[in-house]
């Protein structure tokens, strides 16, 4: 496969389909990184009857590039940063920590925004599918990995539908599986690989995590 998806819903369709041997898992539980993963995971929950969440997890961008991470931060002071490229870029410290505390106040916000009073996620013992609409550096999905690792969950499993193959071949060694359906050695972006790559808003995220719970 190496076409475009139309959006985020096909692609999770198409991604459900790559996944459908998890389907009869028991307790399964699909974890949507917000907010571009939710619509994804949501194809993905209803076509694997599993329960749909969301793990919020921010990325921490270089300063004079926001879209490229230096590395991301989950919940619980989970951080992971490429500190090879923080290096030989050269930036300071103290825009790093500035950056971190702004991310955190952004990923507290959201995570009242979307999980609301919803209980703590359960993750021990279970079978986790953490999703996404692709991974660039993969920054995020490895802050999001880390953060589950520490609740022992019986397996880890990384699904997206596009991601360069070095990211890939990262995600293979934190996680138990990794479902990828596409690696394309051309990669520069996520959205290039998508006809319609709009931003998803806290709205669509609320709404489907409202429909999935209904």
């Known amino acids: 496969m190496n076409t475009r998806f139309r959006d985020r819903h096909d692609a999770g369709q198409a991604l459900a389909e790559a996944l459908s041997h998890y389907r009869q898992t028991p307790d399964l539980l699909v974890l949507a990184l917000p907010r571009g993963g939710v619509p994804v995971a949501w194809e993905v929950a209803q076509a694997l009857d599993a329960e749909l969440d969301v793990l919020v997890v921010r990325k921490i961008g270089v300063p004079w590039q926001p879209e490229v991470a230096m590395g991301a931060i989950a919940g619980n002071g989970v951080r992971v940063m490429h500190d090879d490229m923080i290096r ?12 971190v505390r702004d991310e955190t106040m952004e990923l507290e916000r ?7 009073h919803r ?9 986790v ?6 991974l660039a550096t993969g920054a995020t999905m490895q802050a999001a990995v880390k953060a589950l690792r520490a609740q022992s969950p019986a397996r880890i499993v990384v699904a997206v539908p596009v991601s360069p193959p070095d990211t890939a071949d990262d995600m293979a060694r934190v996680a138990d599986d990794v479902v990828c359906l596409m690696q394309p050695p051309g990669f520069a972006a996520v959205g290039q690989w998508y006809q319609r790559f709009d931003q998803t808003s806290d709205e669509e995220v609320q709404e489907l995590l409202g429909l999935s719970a209904s």
Not at 92 to 98: T, Y
Not at 110 to 116: D, V
Not at 129 to 134: K, L, M
Request: charged residues 35%; without cysteine.
């Open 119 to 127: 209980p703590p996620l359960r993750i021990k013992n279970r079978t």
């Open 110 to 116: 959201r995570e009242t925004t979307y999980r609301g």
């Open 129 to 134: 599918i953490v999703v996404d609409d692709g």
């Open 88 to 99: 030989s870029l050269r930036i300071p410290q103290d825009e790093i920590d500035a950056i």
